[in-house]
């Protein structure tokens, strides 16, 4: 009978001890900080009107990310027909030019023959060469050919036609350059649309979750006032009979 007496009293204290325990991890647990619903709603509501804002000007960004797109795609069209352009402008000139060469080759020969006719012809070629660099124009080369004693009304002619199709593939070329410029200015901008939007977009989707998340947070708080303040009946109590 005593060593029952000593169980019990060991059990009783044993528990004693536990409750003790129990009671200070519960005092000792910080008591979590009270929600103002009023604060949490205004929050709610400003992240609400943020994530609005900002979805308002991802859609801006992306429709003008799309504007930017479509103009790059029409400069490179451009740049494309300004570089056939330049070819076909360029091609024309050497085939006429090729003719002003035939025709000089197969001029008969002047009727004054200068102490020189080697140099003379020397300074013909060194003309024409110069003028297909563009170096001397068409009124230039054949004031040349005039002083050597190579001057044809045909050949003139052929010359004209030479030096206009001459300067319509350098206006071919310069047009071409001014293409390039071109897209290269909107490949620039439209990249920079396109980086605004993405980033714009990701902004808009995180600025949603933290709306809903706000939004759901405090509809827990109003939920668990309303169960506090007596929506739901206490346990033991009920309608009267």
């Known amino acids: 009978m005593a060593d029952a007496g000593v169980w019990v009293w060991v059990l009783v204290g044993g528990g004693t001890v536990l409750a003790l325990l129990g009671l200070a991890v519960f005092v000792e647990r910080p008591a979590e900080p009270a929600v103002d619903p009023q604060r949490l709603a205004a929050?709610?509501?400003e992240l609400a009107e943020h994530a609005t804002t900002t979805q308002r000007e991802a859609q801006?960004?992306?429709?003008e990310a799309v504007e930017a797109a479509e103009r790059r795609a029409a400069a490179q069209l451009a740049r494309d027909e300004a570089w056939d352009a330049q070819e076909r402008a360029e091609q024309a000139f050497e085939r006429a030019f090729a003719v002003v060469v035939e025709g000089r080759r197969a001029a008969p020969a002047p009727v004054e023959v200068g102490p020189d006719p080697q140099a003379r012809r020397e300074v013909s070629r060194a003309a024409l060469?110069?003028?297909?660099?563009?170096?001397i124009s068409v009124r230039e080369l054949r004031e040349v050919w005039r002083l050597t004693g190579d001057h044809d009304p045909a050949q003139e002619e052929r010359e004209w036609t030479a030096d206009r199709l001459h300067r319509e593939s350098m206006a071919a070329r310069r047009d071409y350059h001014r293409a390039v410029a071109e897209l290269r200015r909107v490949d620039r901008a439209a990249r920079i649309a396109e980086v605004?939007?993405?980033?714009?977009?990701a902004e808009a989707a995180e600025s949603a979750v933290e709306a809903q998340v706000a939004q759901d947070a405090l509809a827990a708080?109003?939920?668990?006032?309303?169960?506090?303040?007596g929506g739901r009946s206490r346990p033991g109590t009920g309608p009267p009979c």
């Open 60 to 63: 801006r960004a992306a429709a």
């Open 43 to 45: 929050e709610a509501a």
């Open 221 to 229: 708080t109003r939920s668990r006032r309303r169960w506090r303040g």
């Open 129 to 135: 060469s110069a003028y297909r660099r563009g170096d």
């Open 196 to 201: 605004a939007a993405e980033a714009l977009l």
